[in-house]
T-cell receptor, first 113, second 111 residues
Framework: NAGVTQTPKFQVLKTGQSMTLQCAQD?????MSWYRQDPGMGLRLIHY???????DQGEVPNGYNVSRSTTEDFPLRLLSAAPSQTSVYFC????????????FGPGTRLTVT | AQKVTQAQTEISVVEKEDVTLDCVYE???????LFWYKQPPSGELVFLIR??????QNEISGRYSWNFQKSTSSFNFTITASQVVDSAVYFCALNDYKLSFGAGTTVTVRA
């Protein structure tokens, strides 16, 4: 079991560029989510999905898009990167309800210049 | 509105001291789940414990213990006889169908 994998590990973008952060899990989890971690602010939920074809917004969705075409994959797209999106991004997966703990990927450190 | 408050930003102790991390949460739901996660300097997030809103039994696991009090909406975490390896950021989280994290408490244990 690889668990939750994220690519890339590090990325530098220029303002206005677009990119996709990849996330995959091999635990057959229905629930997947994306968080950003900024100093002093903990982890904030960007988008989440309760199953293939179903996504919803979290606390800070602006500037990000997601889709869930398979159970395994949940990519996060930045359409036009801004310096405010400089952060560490974590993908997580877990069981189908709120009682389940989340398994986190190793994170992607993104810098937007 | 912030749902999970960790008022302590940083705590620094000497090895073997006890450390208690405070967590206060806010929710209108009667069914919810509380979690503690640890983020060591390597950066990964590690699940420590889960509690549901109906289970106020406190738990001890090795050097870790948790105190859940529904009446005060608190879910505190204590490390007994701290060790250098306990140095990490600790996050309290609430799941009432959207997982909300507190800002985290950085614990530094000095030898």
């Amino acid at each position: 079991n690889a668990g939750v994998t994220q690519t890339p590990k590090f990325q530098v973008l220029k303002t206005g560029q677009s990119m996709t952060l990849q996330c995959a899990q091999d635990m057959n989890h229905e629930y997947m989510s994306w968080y950003r971690q900024d100093p002093g602010m903990g982890l904030r939920l960007i988008h989440y999905s309760v199953g293939a074809g179903i996504t919803d917004q979290g606390e800070v969705p602006n500037g990000y898009n997601v889709s869930r075409s398979t159970t395994e994959d949940f990519p996060l797209r930045l359409l036009s990167a801004a310096p405010s999106q400089t952060s560490v991004y974590f993908c997580a997966s877990g069981g189908p309800g709120p009682s389940y703990e989340q398994y986190f990927g190793p994170g992607t450190r993104l810098t937007v210049t | 509105a912030q749902k999970v408050t960790q008022a302590q930003t940083e705590i620094s102790v000497v090895e073997k001291e006890d450390v208690t991390l405070d967590c206060v949460y806010e929710t209108r739901d009667t069914t919810y789940y509380l979690f503690w996660y640890k983020q060591p300097p390597s950066g990964e997030l590690v699940f420590l414990i889960r509690r549901n809103s109906f289970d106020e039994q406190n738990e001890i696991s090795g050097r870790y213990s948790w105190n859940f009090q529904k009446s005060t909406s608190s879910f505190n975490f204590t490390i007994t006889a701290s060790q250098v390896v306990d140095s990490a950021v600790y996050f309290c989280a609430l799941n009432d169908y959207k997982l909300s994290f507190g800002a985290g408490t950085t614990v530094t244990v000095r030898a």
